[in-house]
């Protein structure tokens, strides 16, 4: 999740070069990003300005892209900018 406050340039490049270090590291799943403005309840607080999400087919391909040797730099990049990275597992409901 990057902030609302982070330069759009900066985060499209982050976002570009995360893509490509997840796609090279474990052949990751759909990559996606939020597309305009955020909506909803949890958008009104106005921190969050773009949603990336990256899905792996298992635990240890996200554990593996994550710690990438290329994506290290990214990550701290990342990081500085104030983004948060949430971590998660999905079971069907």
Do not use: N, W, Y
Not at 7 to 20: C, K, N
Request: one cysteine or more.
């Amino acid at each position: 999740m990057f902030p609302k406050s982070a330069d759009p340039t900066e985060v499209d490049a982050l976002i570009e070069r995360i893509a490509s270090s997840f796609k090279a590291s474990a052949g990751s799943q759909p990559i996606t990003r939020s597309d305009g403005a955020l909506m909803g309840p949890g958008a009104r607080a106005g921190e969050a300005g773009c949603i990336f999400e990256a899905d792996f087919a298992t635990l240890e391909d996200a554990m593996t892209a994550l710690g990438a040797d290329d994506f290290q730099e990214t990550k701290t990049s990342t990081e500085e900018l104030g983004s948060t990275i949430f971590l998660f597992e999905l079971r069907e409901v």
